[in-house]
T-cell receptor, first 114, second 111 residues
Framework: DGGITQSPKYLFRKEGQNVTLSCEQNLNHDAMYWYRQDPGQGLRLIYYSQIVNDFQKGDIAEGYSVSREKKESFPLTVTSAQKNPTAFYLC?????????????FGDGTRLSIL | QKEVEQDPGPLSVPEGAIVSLNCTYSNSAFQYFMWYRQYSRKGPELLMYTYSSGNKEDGRFTAQVDKSSKYISLFIRDSQPSDSATYLCAGITSGTYKYIFGTGTRLKVLA
């Protein structure tokens, strides 16, 4: 089945540690996105990528980094500089045709601090 | 003011009721609108995707966009307990990659 796979489902971070969240899609979508979801705040865009080897900062990029070496993969690293990383992280993708295609989401990774 | 506003709920209805979920938005450049359903600890699932004003129907779901009022609605007919979830609306302007989401309305359908 075509879809977006996020792993792991749950992740724990120690102080000073970087952690990487995985996102893989087999929808052949060009664009991929990372969101952070906190209670009562909706979805906030962290980073997005329109094409391989290119990505742009979203509204809350500080303390996060991404790479896009392959079309199907868009991993997110939560660095130690992100002081409040506890949240539900969602990866999404959309087809080409800017604004013409809806986003599809993975099932998220819940990150907590140890 | 947030670009997309939703009442957080919870909205509780009896099984079989018609549910009306609503969003208002402030960006008149929005051209595409989406409704997502999100179950607890899961990612949002796309329900409806509409362009500009008008109605779109898919099974028990009808999406309605009124651009003159900057108002979008999702109607659920014959609601079921399995419809209990959080519903997110979103808008986007053509030519951008920035989807703007509401904070979601929590729906409870009581058996």
């Amino acid at each position: 089945d075509g879809g977006i796979t996020q792993s792991p489902k749950y992740l724990f971070r120690k102080e000073g540690q970087n952690v990487t969240l995985s996102c893989e899609q087999n929808l052949n979508h060009d664009a991929m996105y990372w969101y952070r979801q906190d209670p009562g705040q909706g979805l906030r865009l962290i980073y997005y990528s329109q094409i391989v080897n290119d990505f742009q900062k979203g509204d809350i990029a500080e303390g996060y980094s991404v790479s896009r070496e392959k079309k199907e993969s868009f991993p997110l690293t939560v660095t130690s500089a992100q002081k409040n990383p506890t949240a539900f992280y969602l990866c999404a993708s959309s087809g080409s045709g800017v604004g013409n295609q809806p986003q599809h989401f993975g099932d998220g990774t819940r990150l907590s601090i140890l | 003011q947030k670009e997309v506003e939703q009442d957080p709920g919870p909205l509780s209805v009896p099984e079989g009721a018609i549910v009306s979920l609503n969003c208002t938005y402030s960006n008149s450049a929005f051209q595409y609108f989406m409704w997502y359903r999100q179950y607890s600890r899961k990612g949002p699932e796309l329900l409806m995707y509409t362009y500009s004003s008008g109605n779109k129907e898919d099974g028990r779901f009808t999406a309605q966009v009124d651009k003159s009022s900057k108002y979008i609605s999702l109607f659920i007919r014959d609601s079921q307990p399995s419809d209990s979830a959080t519903y997110l609306c979103a808008g986007i302007t053509s030519g951008t990659y920035k989807y703007i989401f509401g904070t979601g309305t929590r729906l409870k359908v009581l058996a």
